[in-house]
């Protein structure tokens, strides 16, 4: 194990207390257009700081739809 999941519980928990869940996303992430892809490099941008070993956020929609982002 890398990280502990608990660190990253830890980390995202208000992200998506304050931000993602039960939110209409146009507003609370001040996206124009808030695609998948969007929304993942938004978690990436906000996360980054706090999990500097972060590489890839995926982002799934469906069991068959996801997308992931990277730098």
Not at 5 to 26: A, C, Q, R, T, V
Not at 38 to 54: C, D, G, N, Q, S
Request: proline share 6%.
């Amino acid at each position: 194990m890398v990280l502990d999941y608990g660190d990253i519980s830890e980390i995202m928990k208000p992200i998506l207390e304050n931000f993602l869940d039960h939110y209409h996303l146009n507003e609370s992430l001040a996206l124009e257009n808030p695609t998948s892809e969007e929304v993942a490099r938004w978690i990436f941008k906000k996360i980054k700081p706090l999990l500097p070993t972060l590489n890839t956020i995926i982002l799934e929609e469906t069991c068959t739809s996801r997308c992931s982002y990277s730098e």
